[in-house]
């Protein structure tokens, strides 16, 4: 079993930056991969990033490629998602997800454990 609690949303306001941070706790939760998604009021959630859990490799979605940066310490079993040139549109609730194969994060969308979510508002 691994738990995830996600923290560092907020308001802010276009063209500025946020760290989000997520830490996991469990016997395993060092060897597994993590990401990010999001879900906009009325949109389907959405795949943002994930990261290896060596953090060797790192995918991001296209939408946010250039601006946000997804990154780990192992030491704190921590992974951060650094969002910058935010715009309008990436406002939504940010959930971060831990699985044991990052194919699942990565390429099938999915996740087996998830955070409750942490809110990230950009005004414009």
């Known amino acids: 079993q691994v738990q995830v609690v996600e923290s560092g949303g907020g308001l802010v306001q276009a063209g500025g930056s946020l760290r989000l941070s997520c830490v996991a706790s469990?016997?395993?939760?060092?060897?597994?991969?993590m990401g990010w998604f999001r879900q906009a009021p009325g949109k389907e959630r959405e795949f943002v990033a994930a990261?290896?859990?060596?953090?060797?490799?790192?995918y991001l979605a296209d939408s946010v490629k250039g601006r946000f940066t997804i990154s780990r310490d192992n030491a704190k079993i921590t992974v951060y998602l650094q969002m910058n040139s935010l715009k309008p549109e990436d406002t939504a609730v940010y959930y971060c997800?831990?699985?044991?194969?990052?194919?699942?994060?990565?390429?099938?969308?999915?996740?087996?454990?998830w955070g409750r979510g942490t809110q990230v508002t950009v005004s414009s």
């Open positions: 997800a831990a699985d044991d194969d990052v194919r699942t994060i990565a390429t099938r969308h999915a996740s087996k454990y």
């Open positions: 990261i290896t859990w060596r953090g060797g490799s790192t």
């Open positions: 469990g016997r395993t939760a060092s060897t597994y991969a």
